[in-house]
């Protein structure tokens, strides 16, 4: 069953001139809603990525002391529980920025499809760009510093090592 498309307003029907102000300021104030929740949803993007930044520092940091320990001969050589724990925290932050970068992504699609779709029906102007997120960018690039540094953790390559 799909649902009936809301009517389009044209301000240059016969509308009284308070009335079309009525509609141009409650379409202005409609669009600048759609960039409150592209802010918002940058907001949100921001705060997975910095619990995925401190979950991968915390876990290379633990990953880099106790293998100075263990060089120093301050813990036995067999242990691997520091390492493992160490590679499972880098591995969460990953995941967690991954899913955040997916669900951004999806969120702003369907933000940029409603806009489109407002904007045909004339219920909202197209005016304001819709620029790429910077947020965005700076996460895909903090993923690619993750996977560096657990690729480093595992198998001991790479410039982290």
């Known amino acids: 069953m799909s649902m009936p498309s809301p009517p389009t307003i044209d301000a240059s029907t016969d509308l009284k001139p308070a009335d079309r102000i009525s509609i141009e300021l409650s379409s202005r104030r409609t669009g600048m809603s759609f960039q409150r929740t592209r802010m918002s949803a940058d907001r949100t993007l921001m705060s997975v990525m910095r619990t995925a930044i401190s979950l991968i520092s915390f876990g290379f940091t633990i990953f880099q002391v106790f293998g100075h320990l263990r060089d120093l001969n301050v813990f036995a050589k067999t242990s691997h529980a520091p390492r493992n724990f160490s590679i499972a925290l880098v591995a969460i932050g990953i ?30 102007h197209g005016e304001s760009p819709y620029p790429v997120s910077l947020t965005l960018l700076v996460a895909t690039l903090v993923l690619m510093l993750g996977l560096l540094a657990i690729a480093s953790m595992v198998f001991d390559i790479g410039p982290f090592g």
Request: net charge positive; no cysteine.
């Open 95 to 124: 995941i967690m920025l991954a899913l955040g970068i997916v669900y951004h992504i999806q969120y702003m699609v369907a933000l940029r499809n409603e806009r489109r779709d407002m904007v045909e029906q004339k219920l909202i």
